[in-house]
């Protein structure tokens, strides 16, 4: 099993689940995370109000995939917090406190760790910032306790880097601009104004498919998600607000949309605890378990027929998959 050590950042999964309780485990409460399947109008249009998008894509050095922003050097970065990555491992959490830092919404309550951190950093460069963030021990210890279980950690000494590199980063409107927040960057990067009474998801949409037009055909490995208000706070307020209507005047429609809240409210409860079932699953170290039920088919002397029937529907898979291809 690979341990994160002291100081070190563990990678985790790129999952909604995973990234609302990391930001619950900061401190942070009022909001939560969804993933988003298509840039399409209507799959942004349930979720608002929508605080900030994350977006995971592949580090690609073979072709011109970089952002087109331009990168803020002025008086902006006092207004701003940006923390640059110093570490390895930490773009999801370096993506998220940096959105979170900067993001505008009234049911967003940063927790007394994050407050006194920002406080704290108010003057910092992004270098100094990054660096503080770096030695944050409570980040770092709710980042690792989402480490994936692993029954073996193999060290390759070929020198052959061939496995693929994802990286997160950030948008978000500040002061009627779009902004992308990435920590390998040394600030953030501007795109543009996003014009009075326009919604800057519009605009972040055009900037994230332009982005992964530059990818060639083949490459689908994209992940985006949003920072959105907590949806039991917003169904909790419009059921007080219904209850108030309700009570003044009943009708059939006040009853109906009421018992539609309280279902909606019932979903994402339900939601929360399948979510942390979930990240219990995923720290869980099996590897006793395994060992058990080895031992046991050993001693009942059916190991070797176990693996070899697996063998066999294993070869028979991937002579299926030469035939289809």
């Keep these: 099993m690979a341990e994160a050590g002291a100081g070190n950042w563990c990678l985790i999964e790129s999952d909604p689940g995973v990234f609302s309780e990391l930001i619950r485990g900061f401190g942070v409460t009022g909001v939560q995370v969804e993933e988003i399947y298509s840039l ?5 249009a349930p979720l608002k109000p929508v605080l900030g998008l994350i977006f995971l894509f592949k ?3 073979n072709s011109d995939t970089k952002s087109e922003g331009t990168l803020v050097q002025d008086n902006r970065l006092d207004e701003m ?8 491992n930490a773009c999801a959490t370096q993506a998220i406190i940096n959105l979170l830092m900067n993001a505008k919404q009234e049911s967003l309550d940063l927790g007394d760790n994050l407050k006194t951190f920002k406080d704290f950093t108010k003057s910092f460069d992004p270098q100094t910032a990054g660096l503080a963030m770096s030695n944050q021990e409570q980040l770092r210890e709710v ?3 989402f480490a994936r279980q692993q029954v073996f950690e193999l060290e390759d000494n070929s020198g052959a880097k061939d496995e693929d590199l994802f990286h997160f980063v950030g948008y978000l409107p500040v002061n009627g601009r779009l902004y992308e927040l990435d920590g390998l960057n040394e ?5 543009g104004a996003i014009g009075e009474g326009a919604d800057w ?17 083949s490459e689908i490995r994209f992940n985006l ?9 917003k169904y909790e307020q419009e059921i007080e607000e219904l209850k108030t209507k309700t009570s003044a005047q009943s009708s059939e429609e006040n009853l109906i949309e009421m018992a539609r809240l309280e279902s909606l409210l019932e979903a994402e409860n339900m939601k929360w605890k399948q979510y ?3 990240n219990i699953r995923r720290r869980h170290n099996y590897i006793p378990l395994i060992v058990n039920v080895l031992q046991v088919l050993a001693e009942q002397g059916k190991l070797t027929e176990f693996y070899e029937t697996a063998a066999k529907r294993t070869k028979e898979l991937k002579k299926s998959e030469t035939q289809s291809k």
Excluded: C, T, W
């Excluded at 600030?187 to 795109?191: E, I, R």
């Design 201 to 217: 998801l519009s605009k972040a949409r055009e900037v994230l498919q332009k982005r992964i037009e530059k990818y060639s055909s």
């Design 40 to 44: 399409d109008e209507d799959s942004f």
């Design 59 to 61: 580090i690609d050095a």
């Design 143 to 145: 980042h690792n306790s």
């Design 276 to 278: 942390k079932v979930d």
């Design 187 to 191: 600030g953030p990067l501007d795109h």
């Design 225 to 233: 998600m949003a920072i959105i208000k907590d949806r039991r706070l």
């Design 81 to 88: 917090f940006f923390a640059k990555q110093v570490i390895q």
